[in-house]
């Protein structure tokens, strides 16, 4: 048996390998940041998974079953869908990972359960116009307390859900500039982590905690600075957010 720094190791080189990524340790330390402690988590679910890395990661430190769901998969053969296979055939666990090529909406798991979630960037991609006005439209609300159901239901008893995106307020925006760490992010399609903190214990999640993201060539001190939203508020305002399903 793999040591995990071995499957780190594993992991990592494919990954730079088949991607854009060029920085084993910075992919790392993107992924740990991401997902945390997986060990003993046997079954995940990847929303918006894309490439799949998330879900390889999680079969690589011994998931036995891994969905990636990803709709922009879905005919791309050179885009995500081409990179997806060559990590299946790279990694050692990678027949572990499968991958559904529609949307959460659409995903039937039948009577497949998880002990881990994971949206990786992609909260507010599951209905953008819903995200943009679910603090004033109820129908918005309800359709996002809807996928939260649906998200716990998937969920084992003490099963975890986490999810990472930015957050809708960040200053350089809110004084009419372009953040200049995050430029191309449409800001008013983004909540914040306290939103769906509260929106996720409303379906019954406890146990929420959130980190706010520091760079990654920042290292260890960069999360002792920024891990807090003042100083998110003028870098990235980027969050990671875990809770619990008791």
Known sequence: MLSASENDRIFAEAVVRRTTYSNVSRLLHHVHYILGDVHGVERGLDIGGGQGILSFYLATHG?????????????????????????????????????AQTTFQEYDPGD???????TGNAINHLNEPACIDLKTNRNSYDTYIGYFQRIYDMLDSGGRFVATDCSRYSLYPQLGLKNPFMPAIEWEKHQSPYQWRDMLMEVGFVDPDIKWTAFN??????????????????????????????
């Open 112 to 118: 497949l359960t998880f002990d881990y979630i994971v």
């Open 63 to 99: 998931a036995k079953s891994v969905v990636c769901v990803e709709p922009e998969g879905e005919g791309s053969t050179e885009g995500v869908t081409g990179i997806f296979d060559q990590l299946r055939q790279d990694l050692p666990n990678g027949n572990r990972v499968h991958l």
């Open 217 to 246: 060539a920042l290292g260890a001190f960069g999360r002792l600075i920024m891990n807090n939203p003042v100083v998110s508020y003028v870098t990235v305002s980027h969050f990671r957010l875990c809770v619990r399903k008791p």
